[in-house]
């Protein structure tokens, strides 16, 4: 029995072709699984409610509603329940429960999940895998399952996560058609979800010109220092996000805040992380004033986004070795 594959595939999940699209249900539909029941609902032998408890789970017939031949939503803990080692354990549970209802499937889709409220990128990414691999090491999969395709809609993430598997699966675990020679470092995806790690929380303006800004000016430098980064959008996610946020922030080793913009929720943040008196590093273009009064807090005003790496490297390296 040869071992199933793990590929990342940059598309429209809703229109990619598979024999079973796997989905979380966070106790509540969010994102992707949202729209989905949405299309699953019409025909009327799906119009009973889908709200599997965790552990459990509940499979739909498509009728050509969606590319995937079925649905598997199984059940998780709601969504500000639902971090590393609930990823961990949802990646290894979709295998088991496939293998019980639909031992015959061969495809298998999934989403990425973690990034878009919260989490920490590429650590909830490697705890997806890791996941993914503990059912496959324990053979906990359906018997003729040959590949599993995590399908990314956003096209520079697809290509950062495809790195990620590269640097992280077993050659064993990766098509042959996307291996290429390689370092590997196994440890991360062997640790993701399964230890608890020290984390930045990032309270910035979301936007697309703010991507660069994050992901090489203030991810890049905080992962080289061996910390988490975490930021949640607050104009897209209310509720029970909020107390993502809330629990992120007084968890924090640290809180960076970019306040380029002067946008009222990073402020909103801030003042919160000075609340909870968690150490807090401000972040602003060169040129922009400061609002309110947080002119005597420890700043960095950055004229590029290299420059803003190369700082915020040296001050996160003082923080490592002061602790």
């Not at 705890?127 to 906990?140: E, I, K, S």
């Not at 520079?156 to 291996?179: D, F, G, N, T």
Request: negative net charge; contains cysteine; hydrophobic residues 40%.
């Amino acid at each position: 029995m040869s071992l199933p594959t793990i590929s990342i595939k940059e598309g429209d999940v809703l229109a990619f072709s598979c024999d079973v699209l796997v989905l979380k249900y966070a106790q509540g539909f969010h994102g992707v699984d949202r729209v989905v029941i949405g299309r699953l609902e019409k025909p009327p032998q799906n119009s009973a409610t889908v709200s599997p408890k965790p552990g459990e789970c509940a499979l739909l017939i498509s009728e050509g509603a969606i590319a995937s031949k079925q649905v598997l939503f199984v059940g998780v803990p709601s969504l500000d329940n639902f971090g590393y080692p609930e990823i961990r354990r949802f990646a290894t549970l979709s295998m088991k429960l496939l293998a019980q209802h639909v031992p015959e499937v061969e495809t298998v889709a999934m989403t990425m999940h973690g990034a878009g409220y919260g989490l920490d990128e590429r650590e909830a990414f490697l705890a997806q895998v890791g996941g993914l691999v503990d059912a496959f090491r324990d053979r906990a999969m359906p018997k003729y399952l040959e590949r599993v395709v995590i399908v990314e809609h956003d096209g520079r993430r697809a290509q950062r996560l495809l790195k990620v598997l590269h640097e992280s699966l077993p050659l064993k675990y990766i098509a042959e058609a996307s291996a290429t020679t390689r370092t590997i470092s196994p440890q991360p995806l062997m640790d993701a979800g399964l230890t608890t790690k020290p984390h930045v929380f990032v309270a910035m303006p979301f936007g697309a010109e703010m991507d660069d800004v994050y992901i090489f000016g203030i991810e890049g430098p905080t992962h080289a220092a061996g910390y988490l980064c975490e930021r949640v959008d607050m104009s897209v996610f209310t509720g029970d996000i909020l107390a993502r946020i809330k629990s992120s922030i007084q968890g924090a080793s640290l809180v960076i805040a970019d306040v380029s913009g002067a946008n009222p929720n990073v402020y909103l943040e801030v003042g919160y992380a000075w609340g909870k008196e968690r150490p807090t590093l401000i972040v602003v273009r060169e040129g922009e004033e400061l609002k309110y009064d947080i002119s005597s807090q420890r700043c960095i005003r950055y004229k590029s986004i290299n420059d803003l790496a190369k700082q915020l490297g040296q001050v996160l390296r003082t923080l490592v070795e002061e602790n």
